[in-house]
């Protein structure tokens, strides 16, 4: 039985170029941008193609010809060289996508009032998986210029990307996308950044609903909702929010919701609610985010100051 083969020039596996085209597009996917085929998304493949063509010509080429000469001379010169391109590949990738990752958590931190639907904790894990695997690459390099025998590189690369693969699959296989901002932000309406401060009456009837209608209460709130409820846009409430009280939305909303606990705390009628049951009603959505907030604000964890305000 016949099968399709050629032969190349070993300059190094190309499919180590795939590595971190794939993981960008996995993150687009993650943060809610549908990947499509276009032109684009073809050229974050070109230096796969790129060693592929060279690996190709250069086996081609007789070895009478100058190139090969200095290539037989110098052995180490197409390893090294694509060991070179495949680090400053990864260096740009993982720089762009904590980039993205940083940007992305900024994002929602002007639409969402609770975190616990962005899975932080996922792309945490995504990202050192990422800089393992550049780490290795680089030390794959020292190893290319430095020492005669690899054998054990290629045999470290082998487990590296199957423990990588088993990782990232069995974490990833069922992860949905860290937030889907599909639900919240409409593309036909960008968050405008103003350098003129808005109106002092409409901050105040900001001020005012928070105070007497407390959407806060609310642990689903977001920026999209809230401006609902104010008859405002998205562009205009984060406005008033940013620019005119200088806080973005996530820290505008639970800093009354800190406030709130502390009413609670010294509410008789709440003296058989623990300190997660007034987080709960205050509109926070778990004991770890509420502690984290509530210390940041006031400085103390709420069982410090509740046992400051009984005192």
């Known amino acids: 039985m016949s099968h399709f083969s050629f032969r190349a020039f070993n300059v190094g596996d190309p499919t180590f170029l795939l590595i971190a085209p794939l993981l960008w ?65 990864f260096s740009c990738y993982q720089y762009f996508t904590q980039r993205k990752w940083t940007a992305y958590q900024q994002l929602m931190r002007q639409e969402v009032s609770n975190t616990e639907n962005i899975n932080i904790s996922w792309v945490k894990f995504f990202m050192s998986v990422f800089l393992i695997i550049n780490i290795f690459f680089l030390l794959g390099l020292v190893a290319v210029i430095h020492l005669d025998h690899m054998t054990w590189l290629w045999k470290g690369v082998g487990i590296l990307f199957s423990l990588s693969i088993f990782a990232l699959g069995y974490k990833g296989i069922l992860q949905r996308e860290v937030f889907d901002t599909s639900d919240y932000i409409s593309t036909e309406e960008p968050l405008i950044t103003a350098t003129v401060k808005p109106d002092q009456q409409q901050i105040d009837k900001l001020i005012s609903f928070m105070s007497e209608k407390k959407p806060y209460l609310d642990a689903e709130l977001t920026l999209s909702s809230l401006a609902k409820e104010l008859n405002l846009s998205r562009s205009q409430l984060s406005q008033l929010i940013n620019t005119g009280i200088g806080e973005n939305f996530y820290d505008f909303v639970n800093k009354y919701r800190v406030e709130e606990v502390k009413r609670l705390m010294i509410d008789p009628k709440m003296s058989n609610f623990n300190l997660l049951g007034i987080a709960l009603e205050a509109g926070f959505k778990s004991k770890s985010t509420f502690n984290l907030i509530f210390k940041r604000f006031t400085g103390l964890t709420p069982s410090e100051y509740k046992r400051n305000s009984t005192q």
Request: charged share 10%.
């Open 25 to 89: 597009l996995y993150t687009e996917e993650l943060t809610g941008h549908s990947v499509k085929f276009t032109l684009g998304s073809v050229l974050h493949f070109v230096p796969f193609f790129f060693i592929v063509f060279c690996s190709i010509y250069l086996k081609s080429v007789s070895s009478s010809e100058p190139v090969m000469i200095l290539l037989e001379a110098y052995p180490r010169i197409p390893v090294v060289f694509f060991w070179i391109i495949t680090i400053v590949q």
